[in-house]
């Protein structure tokens, strides 16, 4: 099992481009998870979802959109980026009923 | 105030030492997860604990609940122990949306 895969692992955006991070786990879990990590500052939740085709907001979903059309998929958007989103962005799912949550190797984003 | 904090925030130790990281809640949750941060970025989770203590080779988790308060304690420390530690609470009642700590930087040294 791959667990946990995300997609690119490095970008570098202009301010006000778009991109799509792409996380997938083949691990059959219901809960997936997008977080970004900053110096200084904890994991944040940004979007989460519980089943597929179902998304919720998390600590700090401004300038973020996600969808979930496939249960083993999570995809986390950027539409217009600003340079406040260069930040490492991680993935994590979680089975239903299980406490554990299993991360993505990261995506390191900067936007110029 | 973050709900999770950590301390402390940088740790040096030679190797062999005994450590020590702490973490303290303010609010009330339903498990406290331990993970560790490779130099890589990679992130493994260590322990989910919600009462007493865990063990696993040399690492070692307890929680006090009335205290809000847990350790991670790593024995006989060895270079590859250096990594990042988070604490990160699942807060009661949030779906399992864990809250995370700042995390604690460990340097073990030969």
């Known amino acids: 099992n791959a667990g946990v895969t995300q997609t690119p692992k490095f970008r570098v955006l202009k301010t006000g481009q778009s991109m799509t991070l792409l996380c997938a786990q083949d691990m059959n879990h219901e809960y997936m998870y997008w977080y970004r990590q900053d110096p200084g500052m904890g994991l944040r939740l940004i979007h989460y979802s519980v089943g597929e085709g179902t998304t919720a907001k998390g600590e700090v979903p401004d300038g973020y959109n996600v969808s979930r059309l496939k249960k083993q998929n999570f995809l986390l958007g950027l539409e217009s980026a600003a340079p406040s989103q260069t930040s490492v962005y991680f993935c994590a799912s979680r089975r239903t009923g299980g406490f554990e949550q299993y991360f993505g190797p990261g995506t390191r984003l900067t936007v110029t | 105030k973050n709900e999770v904090e950590q301390s402390p925030q940088n740790l040096t130790a030679q190797e062999g030492e005994f450590i020590t990281i702490n973490c303290s809640y303010s609010?009330?949750?339903?498990?406290l997860h331990w993970l560790q941060q490779h130099p890589g970025g990679g992130i493994v989770s260590l322990f989910m604990?919600?009462?007493g203590k865990k063990k696993h080779g040399r690492l070692i988790a307890t929680i006090n609940i009335q205290e809000k308060h847990s350790s991670l304690h790593i024995t006989a420390s060895h270079p590859r122990d250096s990594a990042v530690y988070i604490c990160a609470a699942s807060l009661t009642g949030t779906a399992s949306k864990l809250t995370f700590g700042t995390g604690t930087r460990l340097q073990v040294t030969l």
């Open positions: 604990l919600s009462s």
């Open positions: 609010v009330g949750i339903s498990a």
